[in-house]
């Protein structure tokens, strides 16, 4: 397996360097020109003592900049770092240090943050700023652009497929980690993906590279709609499209604005739109109902699948979505840890909430590792085989408590709780770090949030537990109305009734102006668990 991102993004610009790589704000980058722009970045990162098993953080909001820098990075055979851009000072130190970061390329709307930082960061060599009209050039960083114009391509390599890529994952709990992948079996897995999504078998060898971008006759043009510095984003929005040739849409601006990602689906014929959940889907179905009412409908015939992953995406808006236009809506059931399974609706096919085919290689074992029977009722982990991590990077325990062997296969354990049913389809339950344990009883927080959102005034709803006297926790919901709507809690409980068993009923609705998420649409439970327990923490 000879596979590596650099070598193989290197082959689609040497063959089909006049396609568009990147759409970044309306910029549009040739693939010629994006593998060259790579390979200047590469040089500038060689001539300030990087090399081999470097890490390079990219500190960046959605940019044809950021996958410079990553493809930069893999050129001189480093590893990018993904860095949070909502994180504060102690939380950046922490990832970069921990990272082991040399070269931080970062956009000039945080040079002050850099700025307070940098004394705390003896590692890294060299400090580069991306223009983006906010903030002066940081006095002893270099600029992005005038480093690369001034810079020759860096000389192309041999590279290994052992090279280690890494994606730093904050999960639910805890400090972020550095999941370590095996570089070349991860770009040839993501490739694999992608072919068969095209009906196509996938190159074996990178020799066989070419030939393989020929047969794919329509290259996918992605729009990602969530942020690239978390793992959907990336893979599933850039990585997959760009090993296929295609072109990625990037917006910079921050937060979900579904009138412009509407807008840039119609005018640069984007064939596949990457989000993650109803956090998404549900903005972006309401911008197509109220369009239609208006009578200017957008034109999204050329969108050919939808595809979510890290959340659920209810079956509801689905179907919503189905009614504008006939299209293949993907859910992907995984995390950085591994992949599990997937679902997938159209108008000719509907598929359930939170009901998903395991991928080959996935169990679901009990906390005690057994192998959980198909229609035993049962509730237990979701396990991964097959492209497992190779670990956590500097955490040792960690990685052997997440990742390992049972009956002679190595296995990784994410964190996700679910039941097998009788046909060997799983229903995913939840992440067991924010399970409830009410009266002997666990509660899933996401099975009761997707009942609590498909009352017709609920915006969105977090669900959390807090510590009662007589049940150990009670099951509390945090919601937000729809603009315009307004209901009380007591009508809410009782429209979950239809849906829940009485034990996972929420005993109360908290409504608040906005249910935080973090920028990928995932749920900020911390947030959640203190909103409840400021409301509802006595214990009484």
């Known amino acids: 397996m000879d596979f590596h991102f650099a070598t193989a993004w290197e ?242 601006k921050l937060g979900l604005d579904p009138d412009l990602l509407w807008g840039l689906v119609e005018e640069n014929r984007v064939t596949d739109l990457v989000i993650v959940g109803d956090a998404f889907a549900r903005p972006l179905l309401a911008a197509l109902d109220e369009a239609e009412k208006r009578g200017h409908a957008y034109d999204i015939s050329s969108l050919e699948r939808m595809t979510s992953s890290g959340v659920m995406w209810s079956s509801e808006t689905k179907q919503g979505l189905l009614r504008h236009h006939d299209m293949m809506l993907n859910d992907i059931m995984g995390s950085t840890e591994g992949g599990m399974g997937s ?14 085919e395991l991928n080959e290689g996935v169990a679901v074992f009990t906390d005690d590792g057994r192998r959980v029977e198909p229609g035993s009722g049962e509730i237990g982990k979701v396990a991964t085989s097959g492209s497992v991590p190779i670990g956590y990077y500097k955490d040792p325990v960690k990685s052997a408590e997440t990742f390992r062997e049972i009956d002679g296969v190595r296995y990784s354990f994410p964190g996700d709780y679910a039941q097998v049913e009788t046909d060997g389809t799983i229903t995913l339950l939840g992440r067991g770090s924010v399970c409830i344990n009410t009266a002997g009883e666990k509660v899933f927080p996401e099975e009761v949030e997707e009942a609590v959102k498909r009352h017709p005034a609920v915006a969105d709803a977090l669900v959390v537990g807090v510590p009662d006297e007589r049940f150990g926790e009670r099951v509390v919901a945090v919601a937000s109305y729809h603009s315009g709507e307004h209901c009380d809690e007591a009508a809410v409980i009782d429209f979950a009734r239809d849906h829940l068993a009485g034990y996972k009923l929420p005993k109360h609705v908290l409504f608040v102006d906005q249910v935080q998420r973090a920028p990928n649409g995932k749920a900020d439970y911390k947030w959640a668990k203190r909103t409840a327990l400021a409301a509802y923490g006595d214990g009484q």
């Not at 949070?84 to 709307?109: C, G, H, I, S």
């Not at 679902?343 to 998903?356: D, E, I, L, M, Q």
Request: hydrophobic content about 40%; glycine content about 8%; overall charge negative.
């Open 343 to 356: 679902s997938v609706t159209t108008r000719a096919g509907a598929s359930k909430t939170a009901k998903f």
């Open 11 to 252: 082959t689609v610009a040497d063959h089909h360097g006049d396609r568009v790589a990147v759409v970044s704000d309306g910029r549009k980058t040739l693939w010629r020109d994006f593998d060259s722009r790579a390979a200047r970045l590469a040089q500038v990162l060689t001539d300030h003592g990087l090399g081999v098993d470097s890490k390079v953080g990219t500190y960046l909001h959605n940019s044809a900049e950021y996958l410079e820098s990553q493809y930069g990075a893999f050129k001189i055979r480093g590893c990018p770092i993904n860095v949070n851009y909502r994180y504060k000072a102690d939380e950046l130190v922490y990832l970069l240090d921990n990272a082991d970061v040399e070269a931080v390329v970062y956009q000039a709307a945080y040079a002050m943050r850099i700025w307070e930082i940098r004394d705390q960061l003896p590692k890294v060599k060299v400090f580069i700023q991306v223009d983006d009209g906010t903030e002066a050039l940081l006095d002893g960083a270099i600029d992005y652009e005038t480093a690369i114009s001034r810079s020759e391509p860096m000389a192309r390599i041999e590279r290994p497929a052992s090279d280690v890529y890494m994606l730093y994952t904050g999960g639910t709990t805890g400090m972020p980690k550095g999941v370590m992948y095996p570089g070349g079996e991860f770009c040839a897995g993501l490739t694999a993906m992608s072919a068969m999504s095209r009906e196509l078998p996938p190159p074996l060898t990178i020799e066989e590279y070419p030939d393989y971008l020929a047969r794919v006759d329509r290259p996918p043009v992605s729009l990602v709609a969530c942020p690239l510095m978390h793992g959907t984003g990336m893979w599933l929005g850039a990585m997959v499209p760009m090993s296929a040739g295609g072109t990625v849409v990037l917006t910079s």
